[in-house]
């Protein structure tokens, strides 16, 4: 019988794999990512699951009956510019939209005329127009030619192009023109990859929907090498079962879906997290929650307001505005193997560079030379170098020494100083990503908790919060492999947006007609997966925004028959406070004209619940789980100290432990500085008073 759901997270350092049956026992492994296309390190994972319950990876894999990805390949193919040749086709008169773009200017810059030009995804050369024309209301104004087309598109592919975008002038409205190109390719080249406008991001705005098309050809290549041989790979060890892929906006995808529009799987892992801290939020009743997740290469935060995830259209990849919907992170390039660095007047600092998972820190012995963070962390004494990753991975303590020593010569430091300084800017770069996702958004970080996960959040949360005013900080169980364990508190979640422009008094009913068509195709996508009415759960709302305005909100709307007073009264009504709240009291236009400019239909393939269980509280005596005493170098006060360690295993509900301490995970570790409070509770989550 079927009784295990396993889902993995693939970072750029690690891989974390984390696993449930249906009692709601759960394990979490991890293992070193194996780039480029991580197979090794998912089967490695796989193992080390396998072990803690008896089985082979293969015995494993037939016992699962859900297998769940979350994976960063997307995002790294975009911000690394290594994507596939692409060509895009497109309507006559329409070949420089690429290169027009949104204007583009460096940070704090004021001059308009110091623009920085896009990259180029699509040679020049490599953007044709064709001779067709579809009116704004979707009436067919010139077809196009097909032998025009088919000699475009041989072109092309003489010039090399592995993919094609296809993006029509008001496509959105009327896509049959699109569909004959699309037909025409793939009848001539069945190996080329096509991606379509309104397949991909089938609403208004000429710019965005152009390129979320070439960027979903862009990656499409890759991400078909990754998934076809996962499938393989997993099909190797006797799992022949549909893989989930989580996609940007919470949900996850089959493998055809994710084929079918890659893009979709940007932020996969991250987002996985957020998820995850949703359902946490809702056990532990917590409605207010600000993550904190600090991997391998990046740290990563969002906001949870009200139990609800915030999402963000119009997604910005790098400098690229896309026109997709995703569930909003904020991040820094500042993790475990982010390089510490001087800059050119001489001063510290840490990251973006990641040594990654190959050749990874210095301290592994594997061939790193740079000082990074988790060197650092080794030097102040916060790590066992014989306990990292369970004791499966022995860090060298004098190779830690001798690169930081390196960098501490040259700023006329002690290593321990320079270490603590590295420390630091990690902290200090967390709070401005956090107020990026609060402060920025109207929300004021101390009203809300902050739940910290990935491998080494745990050593920095404490110092975050501080530096932030947060005054609650829960450390999950399951923490270190948290971005995993969301993977498994997903649901099925399938989107339609049509573009519909609706102002007051023009006549409420091709919205609603819209709206049963846009339920009926979601109705269909989540039943041909296996969902029944019972399982489904349907989300109507609406893009909304003051007539003359770029950007518009996101407001619900009632599952039911729209009337012009529910328009006029109840809609303009939530518009008016949702406006407020994102930008500030009495900032909305009293009497303002609005509209509507998108109609969007959301569907949720509603899982079982995933149980956690709880335990009964014991004593708060905290002797049983001490370990021994350590001399550590503290960050802020920059002076050595012997501290309690603590066996984070044998810590029971109800105990309190009192910082200055640390507290060790076989694969995390958790630090408390001096005054900082912790308690476990029945969950076996810490909570912490920073």
Known sequence: MKKYRIGIDIGGTFTD????????????????????????????????????????????????????????????????????????????????????????????????????????LVEFENTREIDERVMYGGEILVPPNPDQVKQIVAELVNNGVEAIAVVLLWSFENPVHEFEVKKIINELYPDVYVSISYEVHPVIREYERM???????????????????????????????????????????????????????????????????????????????????????????????????????????????????????????????????????????????????????????????????????????????????????????????????????????????????????LVTGAGEAIRDVSIRRGHEPGNFGMLAYGGASSLFAVDICREMGIRELVIPPLASVFSAFGLLMSDYKRQYVRSYNYRKGQGIGPVNEIYEDLKKNVRRDLKAVGFDDDHIKIVLEVDMRYIGQFFELTIPVDDKMLTETDFSDNIYRCFTETYEKAYGEETSWAGGETEIINLRVTGFGVNENVVIREFPLGEANSSACFKEKRKVFLPYEEHWAEIPVYAHEKIAPGMVIEGPAIIEHELTTIFLPPEAKSKMDQRKALVIEP
């Open 211 to 425: 390129l979320t098309t070439v960027l979903n050809a862009y990656v499409a290549p890759v991400v078909r090498k990754y998934i076809t041989g996962l499938q393989s790979r997993l099909k190797g060890f006797g799992f022949d079962r549909e893989i989930y892929l989580m996609h940007c906006g919470g949900g996850y995808l089959t493998s055809e879906e994710a084929l079918k529009t890659p893009m979709r799987l940007l932020h996969s892992g991250p987002v996985g997290g957020v998820i995850g801290a949703g359902q946490m939020g809702k056990i532990l009743q917590k409605p207010n929650i600000i993550t904190a997740d600090v991997g391998g290469t990046t740290f990563d935060t969002s906001l949870i307001y009200d139990f609800n995830y915030h999402q963000e259209s119009r997604a910005k990849i790098g400098r690229f505005f896309t026109g997709l919907t995703y569930v909003f992170v904020s991040a820094i390039g500042a993790g475990g193997g982010s390089v510490a660095w001087l800059d050119a007047r001489g001063a510290l600092r840490l990251g973006p560079k990641s040594t990654g998972a190959v050749p990874g820190p210095a301290c592994y012995d594997t061939g790193g030379t740079e000082p990074t963070l988790t060197d650092c962390c080794l030097l102040l004494g916060m790590l066992h170098p014989e306990h990292f990753l369970g004791g499966r991975l022995k860090l060298n303590p004098e190779t830690a020494k001798r690169v930081v020593g390196k960098l501490a010569a040259k700023l006329g430091w002690t290593a321990e100083k320079t270490a603590a300084g590295v420390w630091r800017l």
């Open 17 to 120: 794999g984390c696993m449930i049956d249906k009692e709601g026992q759960v394990w979490e492994a991890k293992a070193p990512s194996t780039p480029p296309f991580f197979f090794d390190g998912i089967i490695g994972c796989l193992g080390e699951l396998g072990k803690q319950v008896g089985l082979g990876q293969r015995a494993l894999l037939e016992q699962s009956e859900f297998f769940f990805n979350g994976t960063t390949i997307v995002t790294n193919t975009v911000v690394q510019l290594n994507g596939a040749k692409v060509g895009l086709i497109t309507t006559k008169g329409f070949r420089d939209t690429l290169r027009i773009a949104r204007i583009q200017k460096p940070a704090g810059e004021t001059d308009i005329t110091k623009c920085v030009p896009v990259p180029e």
